[in-house]
């Protein structure tokens, strides 16, 4: 199985902040790499594939990068409604397996 | 526009089977462009894949619950199901039913809203 490791597992930011989420595949797992927003009580919400492609109707200030083993997932200026959780997910194989979370939350 | 319900017991004893279904609105489970999926999370812990199915039947199961998960398809009624035998308080969480895309697109765009399940006698 490939492994996803996500850092940091909390994160403490403020409204405006600038933060980075990183992810990282036990193995190579090229571009197939989506990250996901969570908030308590409700399901995943999908927010970038392909390692950097935005979906329709999330907000600019999110984007994603990387391919191979590292991924970075960037928030360019917090807003209070994005204080979640955020899931990377690996999808190169026919197994597929997140990260284990990172909190993000108000400092 | 596509909605996914799941339903079933929300308390299942100890060695039993959970049994959940997955109920598709608004778009064809037959589709040849889609995996229907489950994903767990027990109560303040991570996602877990459990499995995904293809409408043809074709299925790909997480290795440590393979021995115990079933998915399952019903074009008839347009909703999927999941079995998992030999329930332990370990299994305890709530459980989503996702889409899943096919090919490159192995990502989950559309979940159901959850439904928690208890394993407890």
């Known amino acids: 199985d490939i492994q996803m490791t996500q850092s940091p597992s909390i994160l403490s930011a403020s409204v405006g902040d600038r933060v980075t989420i990183t992810c990282r595949a036990s193995?190579?797992?090229?571009?197939?790499l989506a990250w996901y927003q969570q908030k308590p009580g409700k399901a995943p919400k999908l927010l970038i594939y392909?390692?950097?492609s935005l979906e329709t109707g999330v907000p600019s200030r999110f984007s994603g990068s990387g391919s191979g083993t590292e991924f970075t997932l960037t928030i360019s200026s917090l807003r209070p409604d994005d204080f979640a959780t955020y899931y990377c997910?690996?999808?190169?194989?026919?197994?597929?397996?997140f990260g284990q979370g990172t909190k993000l939350e108000i400092k | 526009q596509l909605q996914l319900r799941e339903s079933g017991p929300g308390l299942v004893k100890p060695s039993e089977t959970l049994s959940l279904t997955c109920s598709v609105s608004?778009?064809?489970?037959?589709?040849?462009?889609?995996?229907w999926a489950w994903i767990r999370q027990p109560a303040g812990k991570g996602l877990e894949w459990i499995g995904s199915?293809?409408?043809?039947?074709?299925?790909y199961y997480n290795p440590s619950l393979k021995s115990r998960v079933t998915i399952s398809v019903d074009t008839s009624k347009n909703h999927f199901s999941l079995n998992l035998s030999s329930v332990t308080a370990a299994d305890t969480a709530v459980y989503y039913c996702?889409?899943?895309?096919?090919?490159?697109?192995?990502?989950?765009?559309?979940w159901g809203q959850g439904t928690l399940v208890t394993a407890s006698s």
């Open positions: 997910q690996q999808y190169d194989s026919n197994s597929f397996t």
């Open positions: 996702a889409r899943q895309g096919s090919w490159y697109s192995k990502y989950f765009r559309h």
């Open positions: 199915m293809y409408y043809s039947g074709t299925t």
């Open positions: 392909k390692a950097s």
């Open positions: 193995q190579n797992i090229n571009s197939w």
């Open positions: 608004g778009g064809s489970i037959s589709s040849s462009d889609y995996y």
